[in-house]
């Protein structure tokens, strides 16, 4: 069964961190491109960050630049959100999702990676607050 699992979350102050891993069974990561997106209730999903997990090409969306990283380790097949600097505007229910196919080929040859994504886990809540 390919699955895909999201832990890490939780309660943190403004001005601390947090890292998320998302964990894949049924599939590697190999060939892919692995995202985390965010959402809040009532608001569209947000595009945070991804990998290329074979080459480590990896895009930010505009509002983490600078303050979160992405990171990969194969042979846990496991990548992580590395969360730095949080305002209370991070908070959301954070996503991790996989795609082999043309969102990973697209992303490759220098395309967006937040786009359609084959697998997606069950979210993981992050609330940032004091």
């Known amino acids: 069964e390919v699955q895909l699992v999201e832990s890490g979350g939780g309660l943190v102050q403004p001005g601390g961190s947090l890292i998320l891993a998302c964990a894949a069974s049924?599939?590697?990561?190999?060939?892919?491109?692995v995202a985390w997106f965010r959402q809040v209730p009532g608001k569209e999903r947000e595009g945070i960050s991804c990998i290329s997990v074979d080459d480590g090409l990896t895009q930010f969306g505009d509002s983490v630049k600078g303050r979160f990283a992405i990171s990969s380790d194969s042979a846990k097949n496991t990548v992580y959100l590395h969360m730095n600097s949080l305002h209370q505007e991070d908070t959301a229910v954070y996503y991790c999702?996989?795609?082999?196919?043309?969102?990973?080929?697209?992303?490759?040859?220098?395309?967006?990676?937040?786009?359609?994504?084959?697998?997606w886990g069950q979210g993981t809540p992050v609330t940032v607050s004091s």
């Open positions: 049924g599939f590697t990561f190999e060939d892919h491109v």
């Open positions: 999702a996989a795609d082999g196919g043309t969102t990973w080929y697209h992303f490759i040859n220098g395309l967006d990676c937040f786009a359609s994504m084959e697998h």
